[in-house]
């Protein structure tokens, strides 16, 4: 396994449960961290694992992607059949699918994504040149 992967890997083990905290946090400023606030390590998840599946991927590409397929998700809320209502009343549904759209969310998605793309860019490997 590469240093990447391993510094991927390290970096999933502390936004998990940061995230965690994030959604389940009972005290003052509780609806804006569970609800607004976490689509940041939420955003950063993701764009850590799709790292550690396609460690090749650049981060901006990785970035973009993620906000894309998260925004989609958003709007997913809006659509609410019987099939998709059960599986959003699971946690893993809700942490994933979430259940409400909000239009607040998307500023935090961006946020998350460069974030994210700032972790992936510190935790890369540096570049070859050709000087090298």
């Given at each position: 396994?590469?240093?990447?992967r391993?510094?991927?890997?390290?970096?999933?083990?502390?936004?998990?449960?940061?995230?965690?905290?994030?959604?389940?946090?009972?005290?003052?400023?509780?609806?804006?961290?569970?609800?607004?606030?976490?689509?940041?390590?939420?955003?950063?998840?993701?764009?850590?694992?799709?790292?550690?599946?396609?460690?090749?991927?650049?981060?901006?590409?990785?970035?973009?992607?993620?906000?894309?397929?998260?925004?989609?998700?958003?709007?997913?809320?809006?659509?609410?059949?019987?099939?998709?209502?059960?599986i959003?009343?699971t946690?893993?549904?809700?942490?994933?699918?979430?259940?409400?759209?909000?239009?607040?969310?998307?500023?935090?998605?961006?946020?998350?994504?460069?974030?994210?793309?700032?972790?992936?860019?510190?935790?890369?490997?540096?570049?070859?040149?050709?000087?090298?």
């Amino acid at each position: 396994m590469s240093k990447y992967r391993r510094r991927l890997l390290l970096s999933i083990a502390f936004i998990v449960p940061f995230g965690l905290v994030t959604k389940f946090y009972p005290g003052p400023g509780q609806a804006w961290l569970n609800d607004a606030f976490g689509g940041i390590p939420y955003e950063i998840f993701w764009m850590l694992l799709v790292a550690v599946m396609w460690p090749r991927l650049r981060p901006g590409a990785i970035a973009l992607m993620v906000l894309l397929t998260t925004c989609v998700l958003e709007f997913l809320q809006l659509w609410q059949p019987d099939w998709l209502q059960a599986i959003r009343a699971t946690l893993p549904g809700r942490l994933v699918l979430g259940n409400t759209f909000t239009w607040g969310d998307f500023p935090y998605y961006a946020i998350g994504c460069c974030l994210g793309w700032l972790w992936l860019r510190w935790l890369a490997p540096p570049l070859k040149t050709a000087a090298s």
